[in-house]
């Protein structure tokens, strides 16, 4: 797949100054699944489509799926998602549209496609308007969105009309998705989504959450799109897990998120969790205007903590800023082996944080929480402004670590810019902050670092990497290739305002210089043609494509942003398989009595098919993911995913237990007489098929239990 996009990539039409003309890139879509028949007007669902260069208008373009053009398109605009940044177009499906890609074609171009799954389910409406009693169409909806709840089944969506909806449905919360409900599959998604153009709030001031999951069971498959989520504590959260709970591949696209006091989060998940997509969305204000809020009672835009394994989380093109008690992201363990993998942060704006921008790592429970992470292609700038003197953290973004249990980080393509200003008496910090024992190891490539102004205290030097009292010794761990650094002398450098500077790893094809960005003051952020950015990066770790999705060039530039005169670029093809990402499950429960059969989903963008391979202690597993156990106890099994050269491998830990004990079986016989029969009976409980084998000492027992 990968090898026939590049090749259509290379095939794009030039300029006539030899520069390739600029097609559309989708990005993303809000739903993955849905009817083609049913909804407003007989036609099937509205799928928002996310991504960059579709024009503010429709014009001669077009968009098909999987080669037939769309029943209707409703919406075609710029800066009007929820994240302004973003391109969007609203279409709807009808009854020529089969499953496969979508694709959007402006002045002759043709985007990369995106995979949607056309699938029976009903298509319902709720208003405030509305009627729980009403049959839930268009003309006629409901009124509650846990009524909805109630009703829908995997492959549903349900479109949420404008206005505020205030009918709690359980614990403070407007949505609650336990015990099965919201919870589709792989092909048949429940879509919890806001009719495209208008604004649908669930929640207030007056509700603890907006949606919310907890208890013991799995909320999975699972769309929550275009609405606005409000709660004193957060708008979306899953968490107070207890045994068996998880949130697995749940889409959080394109809405509006607040906390409304102090100690909460907009977008909250504290469980086992895997393949959660956080894409498009904006959080900003959280905790804003409230009594409650204080640095020690902060509040967070995104926020993960982990009390289990968590996998495939990934971070994409939302905007997290103006949290006036707080930061922007926050990934964070709670207990003991709590473990997060392929942690991907990307194409984000984060920035007026008045604590850190992003702070990840580190745990309560005295284990490593981040195994990887990559952290790409983001906007973050004047973050760390206002904390005070206690909670200074001293950079837009924070790594924590405990040594080689925690945290391997690739930090690449970024651009940072004036984080960390002196405040309130307190000093200037650095673009980047280390804190608790460093990390295991992180390295920074093609990143710009553009220091904010102020001075170091007691006469020491200005630096852009800030380690605290306990983090020096982690600078080994640290290297830097091609990295810009700017007004705070020669980078690379590193400082702690007790112990003052000290010497980290060179930078050897570091550039000294200012970026010339267009207008910083402005936050415009590209490189003018003249940028010593322009072309000095290192194509060893790079993103295919930049900020604004123009596809990186070999040697690409420094920062967020290639430089593009005008006709730009072209865009990437989705991104590789560079990092392979398995998923195993088995069946539960586990006995020495059976065998389990295990399944393995390799997630993430683009992955074309890949050899899965098992391994297993305490049993024996065969190529194709049948588990015998031989022995209870604990039991990791090891699922590796393979494509050409690239592999990786995810362990869960499953439990084999004893079989039940059989059931107890009563004989009741009547009286029996010599050469006379008589019927015995048995009484129990039985699940599943009996055998009977009898006998009788003195006589001769049937199998259908009559004494002769």
């Known amino acids: 797949m990968y090898l026939a996009l590049l090749l259509a990539l290379l095939m794009q039409p030039f300029s006539a100054k030899g520069q390739a003309t600029n097609p559309p890139t989708l990005l993303f879509t809000d739903i993955v699944t849905g009817a083609n028949l049913g909804g407003e007007a007989g036609n099937g669902v509205y799928v928002t489509l996310f991504g960059k260069n579709f024009g503010s208008s429709q014009g001669s373009s077009t968009v098909s799926l999987n080669g037939a053009p769309v029943a209707s398109v409703k919406t075609w605009c710029q800066a009007c998602s929820k994240n302004t940044m973003l391109d969007m177009i609203v279409v709807q499906l009808g009854l020529s549209n089969t499953s496969g890609n979508f694709v959007v074609t402006v002045g002759g171009l043709a985007s990369n496609g995106s995979s949607f799954t056309v699938s029976a389910g009903n298509i319902y409406f709720v208003a405030t308007s509305g009627n729980d009693t009403n049959p839930g169409n268009f003309a006629s909806p409901w009124k509650t969105p846990v009524h909805a709840k109630t009703l829908m089944r995997a492959g549903d969506t349900t479109y949420f009309r404008a206005g505020t909806y205030l009918t709690e449905d359980d614990y403070g919360s407007i949505l609650v998705c336990n015990d099965g409900a919201c919870s589709g599959t792989a092909t048949q998604y429940q879509n919890f989504v806001g009719y495209p153009g208008e604004t649908a709030t669930f929640g207030s001031s007056a509700f603890v959450r907006g949606i919310y999951h907890w208890g013991t ?9 275009n609405l606005v989520l409000r709660g004193l504590d957060y708008g979306i959260t899953a968490q107070n897990a207890m ?49 409650t809020c204080n640095y020690d009672s902060r509040s967070y835009s995104a926020y993960f903590g982990g009390y289990g394994i968590q996998s495939n989380i990934d971070i994409g093109w939302n905007r997290f800023h103006d949290n006036p008690f707080g930061k922007g992201i926050q990934i964070y363990g709670h207990i003991a082996n709590d473990k997060i993998n392929g942690l991907l942060i990307h194409g984000n704006q984060i ?13 309560d429970g005295g284990t490593g929480f981040i195994n990887d992470a990559q952290v790409y292609n983001n906007l973050i700038y004047y973050n760390e402004t206002g904390a ?18 925690d945290g391997m980080y690739q930090v690449y393509n970024n651009t940072f810019f004036g984080n960390a200003p002196a405040h309130s008496g307190i000093p200037a910090g650095g673009e980047v902050a280390f804190a608790t024992a460093g990390v295991k190891s992180v390295v920074f490539e093609n990143n710009i670092f553009y220091a904010a102004p102020g001075a170091a205290p007691n006469g020491f030097s200005r630096c852009y990497f800030y380690f605290d009292d306990q983090s020096p010794a982690s600078t080994s761990r640290v290297t830097f290739t091609n990295n810009l650094y700017f007004n705070a002398g020669a980078g690379p450098t590193g400082c702690n305002y007790n112990a003052g500077s000290f010497a980290v790893s060179a930078d050897a094809s570091k550039v000294n210089a200012d970026p010339l960005f267009v207008a910083p003051t402005s936050q415009n952020f590209h ?17 295919l494509s930049d900020f604004d999705q123009l596809f990186r060039p070999s040697p690409p530039s420094i920062g967020a942003y290639e ?4 006709a730009g670029q072209p865009p990437p093809p989705p991104p590789p398989p560079t990092v392979t990402r398995v998923v195993p499950s088995c069946g539960t429960p586990i006995t020495t009595a059976q065998t389990s059969q295990c399944n393995a989903a390799v997630n993430g963008t683009n992955n074309p098919p890949q050899t899965v391979t098992w391994a297993a202690t305490g049993g024996n597993i065969s190529s194709t993911g049948v588990f015998t156990p031989t022995a209870t106890g604990t039991v990791t099994i090891t699922a590796t995913s393979t494509f050409g050269a690239v592999s990786g491998s995810t362990t869960i830990v499953v439990t084999v237990v004893a079989p039940p004990p059989p059931p107890a079986l009563v004989i009741a016989c009547a009286y029996a007489k010599a050469s006379k029969t008589t019927t015995c009976k048995i009484k129990g409980t039985v699940t599943g098929t009996l055998s009977v084998n009898a006998s009788e000492a003195g006589g001769n027992v049937s199998s259908s239990m009559t004494i002769p």
């Open 351 to 363: 920035y007026n944080n008045t604590m850190t921008g992003m702070a990840l790592g580190g745990s």
């Open 217 to 225: 069971s799995v909320w999975q498959y699972s769309t929550v799109s």
């Open 527 to 543: 490189l003018q043609q003249t940028s010593p950015a322009v072309g000095a990066g290192n194509a060893a770790l790079t993103s």
């Open 563 to 566: 430089f593009s005169a005008g």
């Open 243 to 291: 045994s068996g709970a998880a949130a697995n591949f749940i889409r959080v696209i394109n809405n509006d998120m607040r906390a409304l006091e102090g100690g909460s989060a907009a977008l909250d998940f504290e469980m086992p969790a895997q393949t959660i997509l956080i894409y498009g969305n904006e959080s900003a204000q959280n905790c804003l205007g409230n009594a």
């Open 388 to 405: 005070l003197a206690d909670h200074g953290i001293f950079g837009g973004l924070e790594l924590n670590g405990l040594n080689a249990q």
